[in-house]
């Protein structure tokens, strides 16, 4: 499959913007590691941003920069959203919630825990009405969230919104997953053919599994083993350094997701 991407939203420790990632990436400046602003979600009416998570925050900062820098409408855009574990923080507040002598539960809570409150979110915000997805794929989620979306570009022939998040576990239950370091990426894929001025062309296809390379940088591949939605910066790394090259993603346990990247001025 081919497909170009069209715009890039990021947001993590020391890699806040694509513009501040796209150089740490690139090598031009070094990677600072530090505390990331509250997202403020701008597009969200204020009701609903005092009631929405931080996953959806997060999700929605970076959604709205991949959209702003495509160009493109987003209430015409179908999406993808792909989190290992979604709302986890809402998860540990209900469960707590639930040890208490009355056991009452948030009814706003409640609303968010499903896995697809970020993207319900996001059509709020954009008043959008296209197709959306909301899936999980434990440590490649990232890839199965790069193929569905590319897939939905191929046979719909139009752009979709990829937006791929998971934010740090809380105790206890980050005994049984451990995830230290927010992130959050979206990728605006466009049909290679659209007529617009993409950032990076791409070629994905399906293999067996073999070695999947890591990143350079000590620091930046330990975000990377860190958080799924961090498994991007493979992908991202080579769009920095302006393409030209092949990255692998585990897809499960007997595939591997290949991208190739052309060669492209940013």
């Known amino acids: 499959m081919k497909v170009s991407i069209g715009g890039i939203g990021l947001l993590a420790s020391g890699l806040v913007g694509w513009d501040v990632g796209r150089e740490v990436l690139a090598g031009i400046r070094p990677y600072r590691p530090g505390a990331v602003p509250d997202p403020e979600a701008e597009l969200l009416p204020p009701n609903e941003r005092r ?14 920069e991949a959209i702003d820098r495509s160009g493109l409408d987003p209430r015409e855009v179908p999406t993808v959203f792909a989190s290992s574990g979604g709302e986890m923080g809402v998860f540990d507040k209900l469960c707590r919630a639930l040890c208490l002598p009355d056991r009452m539960i ?17 059509g709020i915000a954009t008043a959008g009405q296209q197709s959306s997805t ?21 046979v719909e022939q139009r752009p979709v919104l990829l937006v791929a998040y998971d934010l740090v576990v809380p105790e206890p239950l980050s005994q049984a997953r451990s995830i230290t370091e927010g992130f959050a ?25 073999g070695e999947t390379a890591g990143l350079e940088d000590p ?4 975000v990377r083993q860190d958080n799924p939605a961090a498994r991007s910066l493979l992908l991202l ?20 997701l290949i991208v190739d990247l052309e060669p492209c001025r940013i």
């Open 51 to 64: 009631r929405s998570s931080d996953c959806v925050r997060w999700a929605m900062q970076v959604a709205h």
């Open 106 to 122: 948030s009814p706003t809570l409640f609303h968010q825990s499903v896995h697809n409150t970020a993207a319900g979110y996001w």
């Open 185 to 209: 990426v979206a990728l605006v894929l466009t049909p290679p053919s659209d007529g617009s001025s993409p950032v990076m062309r791409v070629h994905l296809e399906t293999a067996h599994t």
């Open 237 to 256: 790394s080579a769009a920095a350094a302006g393409g030209g090259r092949t990255v692998g993603f585990s897809l499960s346990d007997s595939q591997q």
């Open 219 to 222: 620091e930046l591949e330990r």
């Open 134 to 154: 909301a899936l999980s794929c434990y440590d490649d989620s990232f890839a199965a969230g790069l193929l569905e979306a590319a897939t939905v570009v191929c």
